[in-house]
Antibody
């Protein structure tokens, strides 16, 4: 059974940093692209970033480019999102999702971890 | 403003057929697969349709997807109360080099 467990969310002041983690199990992690998607309170889904299976290629939404960094450790079956220079508009539930190539989409999602940026 | 355009709301009565549209452009829907996600209240999104019209195992055949040019549609037949949810379309955009989502459609079963 595929399981994705996000952690690392919390309350942070504007300008601060957080690192999210997503522990994956139930599939061969190193064979799949992985994605972060966020959802602001009461709003729709917003794609954040994707990383290919080896970690050698990454893509970002314009809204986070230069501030967020996606990475993965295939030996630990874990996906990361380093978030710097956080802004109030980054407040959202952050989901980790399996997949991310244009032909596969995101077939499994975690339950999300909440990030609140506020002073 | 979302790159993919969906109606904000849709509704139907039990047993009816409803359709949700998703309008894009040649760089996303026109050249890449469309995916549909269902988000029940208070839960994470779930893959409903992949590669335009394929259903993952466990998704009832009441749900179907179709494409035409730069638009896509999700159809739900035999509407049931448990279908009340938010529905999102998504596709890769070759020009923006990002994934794009529709703004979501809230389906109400009357």
């Amino acid at each position: 059974e595929v399981q994705l467990l996000e952690s690392g969310g919390g309350l942070v002041q504007p300008g601060g940093s957080l690192r999210l983690s997503c522990a994956a199990s139930g599939f061969t992690f190193s064979s799949y692209a992985m994605t972060w998607v966020r959802q602001a309170p009461g709003k729709g889904l917003e794609w954040v970033s994707v990383i290919n299976n080896s970690g050698g290629r990454t893509f970002y939404a314009d809204s986070v480019k230069g501030r967020f960094t996606i990475s993965r450790d295939n030996s630990k079956n874990t996906l990361y999102l380093q978030m710097n220079s956080l802004r109030a508009e980054d407040t959202a539930l952050y989901y980790c999702a399996k997949g991310g190539y244009s032909s596969t989409g995101f077939d499994y999602w975690g339950h999300g971890t909440l990030v609140t940026v506020s002073s | 403003q979302s790159v993919l355009t969906q109606p904000p709301s849709a509704s139907g009565t039990p047993g009816q057929r409803v359709t949700i549209s998703c309008s894009g452009s040649s760089s996303n829907i026109g050249s890449n697969f469309v995916f549909w996600y269902q988000q029940l209240p208070g839960t994470a999104p779930k893959l409903l349709i992949y590669r335009n019209n394929q259903r993952p195992s466990g998704v009832p055949d009441r749900f179907s997807g179709s494409n035409s040019g730069t638009s896509a549609s999700l159809a739900i037949s035999g509407l049931r109360s448990e279908d009340e949810a938010d529905y999102y379309c998504a596709a890769w955009d070759d020009s923006l080099i990002v994934w794009v989502f529709g703004g979501g459609t809230k389906l109400t079963v009357l």
